[in-house]
């Protein structure tokens, strides 16, 4: 299988806590994103880190790419109650550059 | 911020009726796709396409799918004859001048198969 793999598969934290998710992925890669889905919404592009990068900030983002791991992590500090969503990785694939979903990690922030 | 529409948001429909979801992905990218997310599951790919054509499409876009870009702005994808195994949740998407840039997300069509 070509498709990332999250985990943990559920993740439940104190608001201004930090959320570390993961990612593991089979082939070689260009680039590795990062997307976001709050409940029964679309996606939105969070993301993106080419495989010659090994971090990236966003604001409150970093993601980490170890290639020769086949992995990556999504840390979100100092987390939000509105941060609560579905998080999953995704890589482009062949010519068309379709992207590959893991199963994503839900996450949950309380207040 | 330019963004991706779909319509309609929400379409039920009868086993066997033809559906249509329409797509109007960011006016200069080249290369669109469509995915689906059964409640519940991961999101899966169906088809990319790219200069009028189909660059790519899964197991799942079998005969009874299609999609076109018949005016240079949207974008549809066409279930020709619909099974209750269609409800789902289907995504347009469109990326910029490189099938490895981000893909921007349409916010989604719920279809539902009575």
């Known amino acids: 299988s070509q498709q990332g793999e999250e985990d943990p598969q559920a993740l439940s934290i104190q608001e201004g806590e930090n959320a570390t998710m993961n990612c593991s992925y089979k082939?070689?890669?260009?680039?590795l994103q990062w997307y976001r889905q709050n409940s029964g919404r679309g996606l939105v592009h969070l993301i993106l880190?080419?495989?010659?990068?090994r971090e990236k900030h966003s604001g409150r983002l970093r993601v980490t790419l170890d290639t020769s791991k086949k992995s990556s992590s999504l840390l979100i500090t100092a987390s939000r109650a509105a941060d609560t969503a579905s998080y999953f990785c995704?890589?482009?694939?062949?010519?068309?550059?379709?992207?590959?979903f893991g199963q994503g990690t839900e996450l949950s922030v309380k207040p | 911020e330019p963004e991706v529409t779909q319509t309609p948001s929400h379409q039920v429909t009868q086993m066997g009726q033809e559906v249509i979801l329409r797509c109007v992905p960011i006016s200069n990218h080249l290369y669109f796709y469509w995915y689906r997310q059964i409640l519940g599951q991961k999101v899966e790919f169906l088809v990319s396409?790219?200069?009028?054509?189909?660059?790519?499409k899964s197991e799942i876009f079998d005969d009874q799918f299609s999609v076109e870009r018949p005016d240079g702005s949207n974008f549809t994808l066409k279930i020709r004859s619909t099974k209750l195994e269609d409800s789902a949740m289907y995504f347009c998407?469109?990326?910029?001048?490189?099938?490895?840039?981000?893909?921007?997300f349409g916010p989604g069509t719920r279809l539902t198969v009575t």
């Open positions: 998407a469109s990326s910029g001048v490189s099938h490895s840039y981000e893909q921007y």
């Open positions: 082939t070689s890669i260009n680039n």
């Open positions: 995704a890589t482009p694939h062949n010519q068309g550059g379709k992207l590959i």
């Open positions: 396409f790219y200069n009028n054509e189909i660059s790519e």
């Open positions: 880190i080419r495989s010659n990068e």
